[in-house]
């Protein structure tokens, strides 16, 4: 059963400060997808990620995918309060099944 | 492009009654994937659909069931609710090995 780990779940940070988040598996993954959710909405892509070591970037967002394509992170440079939701990695198996594997995801407040 | 679109938006049943949800993917897209997102589980993997064929399954009892049509708008079924399904139903459309695009999702409660 392929698993994603998010960590952390809960991030609380004032406006100006970095933080990053973490998903981790010990899988492979074909592709991974990180989405922003507002509440009672469903996820918004953000980027998606397909080949190890690629890392992009979306404004002050910045998106790694681990050598091995078992792991990502997302790191946002001076978050702002628009920055606030629920952010979500998805991992997609080795075989493209349609099947999105979702991590628990991290709720990130941002405090003006 | 239009994006995903999910009717109805909400919804509120009794236990023991049945529901039918609807999902109109992007157009040109054939594969639709649903889920259930809940507080305690996240999101969770229900079944997808191409071209009118289940490919895919997740670990939900046989009352939760799904179709496809021909112009690719698919539907889930849930048949004698339960409290516990209540949740908001997403569905997410793709191009073949593409990425999926999630709809505004229907949030269901089960009274």
């Known amino acids: 059963t392929q698993l994603l780990e998010q960590s952390p779940q809960f991030l609380s940070i004032q406006e100006g400060e970095n933080l990053t988040v973490y998903c981790n598996s010990s899988?492979?993954?074909?592709?991974l997808q990180w989405y922003r959710q507002e509440p009672g909405e469903g996820p918004v892509l953000l980027v998606t990620v397909v080949t190890g070591g690629e890392v992009k970037k979306l404004k002050r967002l910045t998106f790694q995918f681990g050598d091995a394509r078992k792991d990502s992170s997302l790191h946002i440079t001076a978050a702002q309060p628009g920055d606030t939701g629920l952010y979500l990695c998805?991992?997609?198996?080795?075989?493209?099944?349609?099947?999105?594997?979702f991590g628990q995801g991290t709720t990130l407040q941002v405090k003006p | 492009k239009a994006g995903v679109t999910q009717t109805p938006r909400y919804l509120i049943k009794t236990r023991g009654q049945q529901v039918t949800l609807s999902c109109s993917p992007i157009?040109?897209?054939?594969?639709v994937s649903w889920y259930q997102q809940t507080p305690g589980q996240g999101l969770q993997f229900l079944f997808e659909y191409f071209s009118e064929t289940q490919r895919n399954k997740g670990n939900f009892p046989g009352r939760f069931s799904g179709r496809q049509f021909s112009n690719s708008r698919s539907e889930m079924n849930v048949s004698t609710l339960e409290l516990g399904d209540s949740a908001l139903y997403l569905c997410?459309?793709?191009?073949?090995?593409?990425?999926?695009?999630f709809g505004p999702g229907t949030r269901l409660t089960v009274l």
């Open positions: 899988s492979v993954f074909s592709s």
């Open positions: 998805a991992g997609d198996g080795l075989s493209n099944t349609g099947k999105l594997i």
């Open positions: 997410a459309s793709r191009e073949p090995a593409d990425t999926q695009y």
């Open positions: 157009s040109g897209h054939r594969s």
